[in-house]
């Protein structure tokens, strides 16, 4: 706005000045004239300068008392008028509204040093690079967050030297970018196997991210500021919650432990599982001759299948979640290979192995390779896979929803591995015996 009023003032009396200066030239041409209602037009709409600068340099009017005298004198009426505005404008800033007004007006416009102390009120994240500086991320996260605030002054109240401004702060819907937000810092947390290329999380770029992302919706909410007179003027009293209002709540809902729900939670931590590749579900499982074959031909093989398998199969569906307080239950169906079908069809292999002579004259070394080909290819015939639900406790620990995975929910995902290890100990033992 004052550079506007700047242009505006420099432009219209070089308007001013130079139209003294075309005037005089017509006059000496004697063409048509500038009539003398719009130089003093001109001058009176604030070219006053440019007009009389122009009287005097080019010589013209200066015999005309409506111009020698007319025109000093909106000169020294304008000075006047600028001056009383001046004093006026010094005196409200001195008011507790005017200085209310003066801080929003900084987030409207945001520049760097505002920028800065915004980044401070988000205590719950490093936005500093190492010489201390805003970081680009954080500056830019701001910018897009205040990129609607727009704020309306209710009303002023002052009570000697204290004051009270109530304030509606019109701005983004900051729950819901709060919510869209922890849960991208839940989705990145539980990355069990984040690439080596990846950096570090930045909390100040998943927020821009977040925000480029997303389209919000405007809310209105209420700040209230508190001002304390200290000499001819008066200082803001900035705490935690004024911070927190004019975020619209922002800090507050990151901080709440129930913005996401137990269901949400729950299905984060289920969508991790369900995106790892096989050789993370090799170190995540920390399989290694599952079958306790003992044979070192075919155990890596045999590892390796059925984990390809799990790794196709494996799939979730929460069928039910309910919360009550702190704690909620969730029933989820785990599907899996089916690791019974799979003992099925060793065993029937098994059993015809058994049947032959040779089964009888073979040596240790030779059975163990044998029986374990045969767990080999039962497991490279299977297609079938199996749904299991799993009863699932969840707990608010006062920051975000804990989850409790027990050996059922384990067995679950691994097919039902601990009954079909024990069919496999029992055909083993039958085929031995």
């Given amino acids: 706005m004052k550079t506007f009023l700047f242009a505006y003032i420099i432009i219209l009396n070089l308007f001013g000045f130079f139209s003294m200066g075309m005037d005089k030239r017509r006059a000496q041409l004697r063409r048509w004239r500038i009539p003398e209602r719009s130089l003093f037009l001109t001058a009176a709409l604030g070219g006053s300068i440019g007009i009389l600068v122009g009287m005097y340099l080019f010589r013209h009017k200066t015999r005309h008392l409506t111009f020698t005298v007319g025109i000093p004198v909106i000169l020294v009426l304008q000075l006047f008028l600028i001056g009383f505005l001046f004093s006026w404008n010094q005196k409200q800033l001195r008011?507790?509204?005017?200085?209310?007004?003066?801080?929003?007006?900084?987030?409207?416009e945001l520049d760097s040093d505002t920028i800065q102390s915004f980044v401070s009120y988000e205590n719950f994240i490093t936005s500093q690079d190492e010489s201390g500086a805003v970081s680009q991320e954080a500056a830019?996260?701001?910018s897009l967050f205040f990129k609607d605030f727009q704020y309306n002054i209710q009303k002023e109240e002052i009570d000697g030297d204290e004051a009270l401004v109530h304030v509606n702060i019109t701005n983004l819907d900051a729950k819901a970018l709060a919510s869209d937000l922890r849960t991208e810092i839940l989705k990145h947390s539980l990355d069990l196997y984040p690439s080596p290329e990846e950096e570090p999380l930045n909390y100040y770029r998943l927020l821009r991210e977040t925000l480029e992302r997303h389209s919000y919706e405007t809310t209105v909410t209420a700040a209230h500021f508190h001002l304390r007179r200290e000499g001819s003027g008066w200082v803001i009293l900035t705490d935690e919650t004024l911070e927190d209002e004019l975020t619209?709540?922002?800090?507050?809902?990151?901080?709440?432990?129930?913005?996401?729900?137990?269901?949400?939670v729950l299905e984060i931590q289920m969508d991790a599982l369900n995106a790892l590749s096989l050789e993370e579900w090799t170190d995540f499982l920390g399989v290694e001759d599952l079958f306790a074959t003992y044979n070192p031909e075919y155990y890596p093989q045999i590892d390796q299948e059925y984990l390809s398998q799990l790794d196709k199969a494996f799939d979730y569906e929460i069928r039910r979640c309910t919360e009550e307080g702190d704690l909620a239950q969730a029933v989820v169906r785990i599907t899996s290979l089916d690791m019974n079908h799979v003992?099925?069809?060793?065993?029937?292999?098994?059993?015809?192995?058994?049947?032959?002579?040779?089964s009888i004259r073979a040596s240790d070394q030779e059975f163990s390779d044998e029986t374990s080909r045969l767990l080999l290819d039962a497991l490279r015939e299977n297609t079938e896979t199996v749904g299991t639900d799993v009863d699932m406790l969840l707990e608010n620990n006062g920051t975000s929803w804990d989850i409790t995975f027990d050996s059922d929910f384990t067995n679950a995902v691994m097919g039902n591995i601990q009954e079909a290890l024990e069919t496999f100990t029992s055909i083993q033992s039958d085929v031995q015996a």
């Fill in 95 to 108: 008011s507790p509204l005017q200085a209310v007004q003066y801080e929003l007006s900084l987030i409207q």
């Fill in 248 to 264: 619209s709540g922002f800090l507050t809902y990151m901080k709440d432990p129930y913005l996401l729900s137990a269901y949400t």
């Fill in 140 to 142: 830019d996260a701001v």
């Fill in 343 to 358: 003992l099925s069809l060793y065993r029937e292999k098994l059993l015809a192995y058994a049947s032959q002579p040779s």
